[in-house]
């Protein structure tokens, strides 16, 4: 048990330092309803962590079998490192310049607008609907379903990756309803720097990742 939370701990610090879905949820700070939206966010969130976790660990095949990696977790780490890889090269041409400035997403400019809902739901796409933060929830979910653990071990481990890869989010959420405005500026200087390096931080990862990922599926594969 110890060794797969060791092992998913990486994939949830990885979802964890995304950029976007904490610059999001700064923003949403911002808005109007900030002390209902960023905790429906928060929510969404942590919702599309378990679900798409959960939809993981059903997928038939993925257990062990015989005491030994079964085949279709060395295939889809396989093709998740792969995607990983793709992923972090075409993040990686793309970062700003020496001096230039990162676009900010357009879509951010809508959320001073959003509800309850629309908060939700954004924390919920944000996850399910983002390929990269896809991709570390479905290698995470397949080590902890391919480590031969019991029904509940499986679902403690996957509950205490949520916790982690959520935390990022769960902090401003948790530190604008303790303090307020007072935590205005910092918010500010994080959501900047976070938009600014967003390229660089997610495709080193994502890169890293990718590699790692290989290597395991070739150990199971051959």
Not at 152 to 178: C, D, K, M, N, R
Request: charged share 10%; net charge negative.
């Amino acid at each position: 048990m110890i060794d797969v939370l060791a092992e998913t701990f990486s994939f949830a610090v990885g979802i964890a330092i995304s950029p976007i879905p904490i610059s999001a949820v700064i923003v949403m700070l911002f808005t109007p309803r900030a002390k209902t939206n960023g905790p429906a966010f928060l929510v969404g969130w942590v919702v599309g962590l378990l679900l798409v976790g959960s939809v993981v660990l059903l997928v038939p095949g993925v257990e062990q079998s015989g005491g030994e990696p079964s085949t279709t977790s060395g295939v889809v780490k396989g093709l998740v490192g792969l995607l990983l890889l793709a992923a972090g090269w075409k993040l990686w041409t793309k970062r700003p310049g020496s001096g230039e400035a990162a676009d900010t997403p357009r879509w951010m400019d809508a959320l001073d607008g959003f509800g309850v809902g629309k908060s939700f739901g954004m924390g919920f796409l944000l996850l399910a609907a983002n390929p990269k933060n896809l991709l570390l929830v479905v290698a995470a979910t397949v080590t902890i379903a391919d480590a031969g653990l019991s029904t509940g071990e499986q679902a403690t481990a996957l509950v205490l990756f949520t916790l982690v890869a959520a935390s990022s989010v769960a902090v401003p959420v948790i530190g604008y309803l303790i303090v307020g405005e007072r935590a205005d500026a910092s918010f500010v200087a994080a959501k900047d720097w976070l938009i600014q390096n967003n390229s660089v931080v997610m495709a080193v990862l994502l890169l890293i990742f990718g590699v790692n990922l290989l290597g395991d599926a070739v150990q199971i594969l051959f």
